[in-house]
């Protein structure tokens, strides 16, 4: 028993299951989704293995997502550890994230997060999902690419950073 119960309420601010449902309905034909909206005081090993028991007996090809934006810069977001060399730095603050997720350390990814003050505001949902895959059977993540709207808009004072992992 992982503790997840539904809530409609949980659901209302959430924006990560619109950003990735386009996605899904261009290369998939039919498909059932479960939403799981991760809170910030969950316990990410026991969800985990409730998924991966709740797959276990489903029987079903499943592809675990989870969609989150990583780090927030600038005075817009109330983020600004670092004033100089913000592109190079930026990406050094999330790629020292992305390690532990690719090393699949769920728990070392949030503690990175905590001591840093990365601003990935799905770091819950990626913990959940980085746990279940390992207890699946994963042995490592592997990075397809990594940047931030501060390189396609070419300003840094106020940007994201995203990164595309499996």
């Keep these: 028993n992982c503790n997840l119960r539904e809530s409609e309420a949980g659901h ?3 924006h990560s299951i619109e950003v990735q449902l386009p996605f899904l309905q261009f290369i998939l034909d039919d498909f059932k989704f479960v939403p799981i909206i991760i809170s910030r005081d969950c316990n990410y090993e026991k969800i985990a293995e409730g998924i991966k028991k709740s797959i ?5 090809s499943v592809c675990i997502i989870a969609s989150s934006d990583f780090t927030h810069y600038g005075a817009n977001y109330g983020y600004m550890p670092f004033k100089d060399n913000v592109k190079d730095n930026l990406e050094k603050l999330d790629k020292g994230a992305i ?11 949030l503690d990175y997060c905590e001591e840093t003050g990365a601003t990935i505001c799905g770091a819950n949902p990626i913990s959940v999902m980085v746990e279940t895959c390992k207890l699946l059977g994963c042995k490592e993540g592997r990075l397809l690419k990594y940047y931030s709207s501060g390189d396609i808009v070419r300003d840094y004072s106020s940007c994201v950073g995203y990164a595309g992992i499996v």
Excluded: T
């Design 12 to 14: 209302l601010g959430e």
């Design 56 to 60: 276990e007996e489903s029987n079903k």
């Design 99 to 109: 390690e532990y997720i690719l090393k699949l350390n769920a728990y070392k990814f």
